[in-house]
Each structure stands twice: as C-alpha cells, then as structure tokens.
C-alpha cells in the first residue's frame, strides 16, 4: 500500500516536473521569439526584455488523473479494447484540443501521404483564424476532417446511395456505387467531400505519377493503385478515421502525427476511454451544432477543467 502511495506521488511529481520544465521552455521560447522579432523594431534590448517579460505564458493544460506521457498508449489500449466489442457496440469518436493545435499541418500532411491524396483533395484541413483585436490579437487553429455526423446530409444528397453510417460511427463512400454525381459535396455543412479529377503531385514535375504516389491506398480494407486509373479516380472522397488502421488495431495517421499531441481518438462508448472522459468536460463543443448533424468530433475549447 504504501509502496503504491509513494510510487503514485513519484509520477504525480513527475507529471508536475515535466508541466514546470515545459512552461519554462514556452517562457524562454516566447522571450527569444519576441527578443529577435520585436526588439529591432522597438527601441533595444532593455525594451525587448520588458516585452519579452510581459508576454502571457499559458499554463499547459493537466487532464484530471491523466499522465500526458502516456496518452498514445492509453489511447492504443482504449483501441484494442472497443475492437474486441461488436461493431455496433463501438463508437468511434475524435477528440482535438484548440489549445494544444499549434498549426503545423503536421497531420495534413500525414494524412496525405496515408491515403495517397492528389492535388486537390484534403481530408483535414487545419483552418485558421485570427481572433480579438489589435493588439490583443491571437491565432486559431481548428483541424477540420469529416465530422463523420449521425445524421450525414452528404448522405441523404446521394442518389446513388453511395454513403452509409456504418454501426461503428464511421461514414463510409463506397466507391463502387459513387457515380460521381457530386451532389454530396456542396450538401456537406463542413466541405469535407473532395472530388479525385485523376491529379497526380508528380504532373508538375515529369507528367508522370511519383514513385510514391504509384502505392496502393489502403482505404476501406481494400488496395488500390490510383495509377491503375481505376477508383478512387473520378469518385467522392473523404476523411473516414483511417478505418482501414483503426481495424488492424492501429490508430490513425493524424493523431500518431500530431507534435503538439492535440489529436485523440477512440470509442465513446466505453465509458472508461480517453475520449468518453474529454467529452465529458465542460470546454467541449462540436462545430456547427446548428444543422443537427451530430457530429462525432469534438473540439475541446479553453482551459481544461481538472
Ligand atoms: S462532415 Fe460532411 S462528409 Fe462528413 S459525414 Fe458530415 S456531411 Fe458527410
Ligand atoms: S499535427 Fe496536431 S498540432 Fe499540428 S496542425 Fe495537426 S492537430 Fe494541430
């Protein structure tokens, strides 16, 4: 008993040491950021110190009862648990942290190269905004992949019948069905639907496809070579979780990508999973609640309640 007593209290001031080097890490960044961009144009270095000293250093948010290091394996058990479950009894769920979003496009990009993705296709897009007023002003930044919505209006919009929510939460395009008739792209609230024209990155360099870009996608379980000229070309597509990883007990590209650890994912269902208990907190919110689409992101907004 006291063994564990003192095992807890050495992690909780393990958890404690690594927020206070970060926070002091953030406060020597901001001072060296505003010492070399804002000190020339103000008046000298004592100037740039008064700055510097000035700048707000937020607080890292601490999740209630969480050690942040272990956030990937905790989300990687929550993953092999719901897969033992029916498929009906998961509900995968997407979790994104505003505060922790520094904008590197990191999962953008990892997401692109995870289902092959030509020019003009995006599955999540991270929008940004400025927010307040000069000079109290601050940047957003809101990764936005398909909501994957209970009620998905690109799905009602197809007359094809090409859309469907899978029992597990997922919203799924079948490229065998699509007819590409494009009628679920301007239906979806959140422009989550592209269209594959047939582009490839390597048209801009040789005219031919890249080496990489001639690897199967994985997507929906099933292998696929755009340079085949076949499906996914000339079909709607979209974010779908990485379902074909998330199968194979592996969670998805954007969230195993994310530097500032600002991506989570799992099944809601389990009330004892990392994203059943971020929902819980009061700072959540889905975009556009309005249209009633019942989003299966949530974005989790300000200080994190502990
Ligand atoms: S976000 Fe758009 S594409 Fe995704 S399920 Fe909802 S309506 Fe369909
Ligand atoms: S990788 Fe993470 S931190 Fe970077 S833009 Fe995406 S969600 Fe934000």
Redesign the pocket.
Known sequence: MRENQETEIAQDSAVIDRNEDRRRFLAKFASATFAGLVAPAVTGEARALEVAQAVRVPDVPLYSGLDEEDVLGRMDRDLRRALQKPVDQRNWTMVIDLEKCVGCQGCTIACIQENKLPPGIVYRPVREEVKGTYPNVAKRFTPQP????DD????RACKAKA?EKRPDGI?KIDYEKCEALKT?IP????Q??GFDAGGFWGDYVSGEPEAYEKLDSLEYGQARSRAAKGAPIDKAR??QFCLHRISSGLLPACVLSCMGRATFFGDQFDPDSLVAQLIRQPNVMRLKEEAG?N?LVYYLEGRMQS
């Open positions: 398909c909501m994957q919505c998905p209006p690109c799905a859309i919203v679920c239906a979806c609230p959140y989550a639907i979209k974010c689409t989003p």
